[in-house]
């Protein structure tokens, strides 16, 4: 890793480690020894005890007196949780006001890139970066900061790489959601809950089956 050279220290140490879960570069159970990084980032502990204790608010390490940090030990349902928090944010924020449909049009093509050159990282990435224009267009900012403090792309790299969870297994997941919203469908924010659901580990696809059939039924404007 690269020494850590510009502020806020917390905040890029936060970002590496979480890099770290990415990558396989730490997995479930491993320790993370606050004076090891202090002294491969180049910095003093004081920083990287924050962006720890951070982390372990976020539900991804824990820590104990006598044993230090430690990547935890995730199980299915750890993940399911989030997954529902993040579906039941989403579908609040389309009930609040609908996304431009020209901004998810550029994500989604995107993820075409992405998926035409087999890019996990990218294809996360621009799924992310979809689902975030949702919940940004509200314009409601406690709504955007409880989404992102949810860690999703963390998350979603986790459920592929610990229970093989589809991320994004390709583009065309979106793509009955751009035409929802295109359209105006008063189905889409049930759509959207399932399509985010769909991805969990304990999910089965015949919910987003149902309620795309349901969604592809109703053609009436969102007032």
């Known amino acids: 890793m690269k020494p850590v050279i510009r502020s806020p220290l917390r905040d890029q140490i936060r970002r590496t480690v979480l890099d770290g879960l990415i990558d396989g570069r730490w997995g479930p159970g491993d320790r993370l020894v606050e004076r090891g990084l202090a002294a491969e ?34 199980t299915e349902t750890d993940l399911r949780e989030v997954y529902e928090v993040r579906a039941g944010l989403e579908e609040t924020a389309v009930r609040l006001r609908l996304p431009p449909v020209a901004a998810l049009r550029v994500h989604l093509a995107r993820l075409h ?69 295109e ?10 809950r399932e399509h985010i659901l769909g991805y969990s580990p304990l999910a089965g696809r015949e919910g987003v089956t149902a309620i795309a059939t349901a969604a592809s039924e109703g053609r009436s404007s969102l007032e």
Do not use: Y
């Open 183 to 192: 359209r105006g469908d008063p189905h889409v924010g049930v759509l959207l």
């Open 113 to 181: 890139e992405a998926a035409a050159t087999d890019s996990l990282i990218d294809q996360v990435r621009h799924g992310v970066a979809f689902h975030r224009e949702i919940v940004k267009a509200p314009g409601n900012d406690v709504l955007l900061s409880v989404w992102e403090s949810l860690g999703i792309e963390v998350w979603t790299h986790l459920s592929i790489r610990l229970f093989r969870a589809r991320a994004v297994e390709n583009a065309a997941d979106h793509e009955p959601l751009v035409a929802a919203f």
């Open 41 to 74: 980032l180049g910095v003093s502990q004081a920083p990287v005890r924050e962006a720890l204790r951070e982390l372990e608010a976020l539900g991804l390490i824990e820590s104990s007196p006598n044993r230090g940090a430690r990547i935890r030990r995730f």
